[in-house]
């Protein structure tokens, strides 16, 4: 009988699941992949790190991972070594992180697809496959919209005392005082992405603040209004979204489709329990 092994990972989180007939998926956390981030020996390392594997044990017959940064032939023939050298051999199939929260967002309907985490990225998909996706421009030119976009924000305005006292008290409570020392943290940090998206929480504790709400406005429309309304689909088929920046503030989200009267459609803080129901159905 096959047994799956499913991945979906992001820049900060990867969550794993083992799929078997007559089993309970088991579910492991490693930290996110990114393999423009992280090099070959690096994401290994890790793995061998966090999700230690025995083949004798139990080898998967087939491994699926959805990824951030995996949208590339290269990237995707690297990250499949890697994989099928990690869990001992099975077959091995490596797509995009938009293409798991298409598979299970929209199952077989057409939607727009729209990723809000530590980066962001969207695409149309015509239920059966992405027929079109705007480029990507990574967390130091694009990722509008995500915890790192909002994040860079948040630290801009304590160090330019932006902030009014409240905001100012807020941020020194939760990361210090000095500028210097998270300035450096930042560029020193292999993942300055994922630092800049861990100030994010920090907006979900003080909604309400008139400067907290114009951060997460802003940010999210400048998503939509760089990445989502270039598409003409947006106007004729349901947006749904995933992704923990989605989940944390899907009200201002649900606010901008009135605003620009679009359809919302679902919004998941994973895409794990929609790729579970598909995958369940092919051990029966």
């Given at each position: 009988?096959?047994?799956?092994?499913?991945?979906?990972?992001?820049?900060?989180?990867?969550?794993?699941?083992?799929?078997?007939?007559?089993?309970?998926?088991?579910?492991?956390?490693?930290?996110?992949?990114?393999?423009?981030?992280?090099?070959?020996?690096?994401?290994?390392?890790?793995?061998?790190?966090?999700?230690?594997?025995?083949?004798?044990?139990?080898?998967?017959?087939?491994?699926?991972?959805?990824?951030?940064?995996?949208?590339?032939?290269?990237?995707?023939k690297m990250l499949s070594g890697?994989?099928?050298?990690?869990?001992?051999?099975?077959?091995?199939?490596?797509?995009?992180?938009?293409?798991?929260?298409?598979?299970?967002?929209?199952?077989?309907?057409?939607?727009?697809?729209?990723?809000?985490?530590?980066?962001?990225?969207?695409?149309?998909?015509?239920?059966?496959?992405?027929?079109?996706?705007?480029?990507?421009?990574?967390?130091?030119?694009?990722?509008?919209?995500?915890?790192?976009?909002?994040?860079?924000?948040?630290?801009?305005?304590?160090a330019y005392g932006t902030f009014?006292?409240?905001?100012?008290?807020?941020?020194?409570?939760?990361?210090?005082?000095?500028?210097?020392?998270?300035?450096?943290?930042?560029?020193?940090?292999?993942?300055?992405?994922?630092?800049?998206?861990?100030?994010?929480?920090?907006?979900?504790?003080?909604?309400?603040?008139?400067?907290?709400?114009?951060?997460?406005?802003?940010?999210?429309?400048?998503?939509?209004?760089?990445?989502?309304?270039?598409?003409?689909?947006?106007?004729?088929?349901?947006?749904?979204?995933?992704?923990?920046?989605?989940?944390?503030?899907?009200?201002?989200?649900?606010?901008l489709c009135d605003q620009y009267?679009?359809?919302?459609?679902?919004?998941?803080?994973?895409?794990?329990?929609?790729?579970?129901?598909?995958?369940?159905?092919?051990?029966?």
């Amino acid at each position: 009988m096959a047994s799956y092994l499913v991945a979906d990972s992001g820049s900060t989180k990867t969550d794993w699941c083992l799929i078997r007939k007559g089993h309970k998926p088991q579910h492991f956390t490693t930290q996110g992949i990114n393999p423009h981030l992280q090099g070959e020996a690096g994401i290994a390392d890790m793995l061998a790190q966090e999700l230690p594997w025995s083949e004798k044990k139990h080898r998967p017959d087939n491994i699926h991972y959805y990824g951030a940064g995996a949208s590339s032939a290269e990237k995707q023939k690297m990250l499949s070594g890697i994989l099928k050298t990690h869990f001992g051999g099975g077959k091995v199939t490596v797509q995009s992180d938009l293409a798991a929260a298409a598979r299970a967002l929209c199952g077989d309907k057409k939607g727009m697809v729209c990723i809000l985490g530590t980066g962001s990225s969207s695409c149309y998909y015509d239920g059966k496959k992405i027929a079109e996706q705007k480029p990507s421009l990574g967390y130091i030119a694009g990722d509008e919209g995500s915890g790192n976009h909002m994040g860079k924000r948040i630290l801009q305005y304590y160090a330019y005392g932006t902030f009014d006292a409240e905001l100012q008290t807020g941020f020194e409570m939760r990361f210090g005082k000095d500028v210097t020392a998270l300035v450096s943290e930042l560029y020193k940090t292999p993942y300055p992405n994922r630092y800049l998206a861990s100030f994010t929480p920090m907006l979900a504790d003080l909604r309400g603040h008139y400067m907290v709400e114009n951060i997460i406005e802003d940010c999210i429309n400048d998503f939509f209004h760089n990445s989502i309304l270039k598409y003409r689909q947006a106007w004729k088929n349901p947006l749904h979204f995933t992704g923990s920046v989605a989940y944390m503030f899907g009200d201002v989200i649900q606010s901008l489709c009135d605003q620009y009267e679009l359809e919302l459609g679902k919004i998941e803080k994973s895409p794990m329990d929609g790729l579970l129901q598909y995958y369940k159905k092919l051990v029966k």
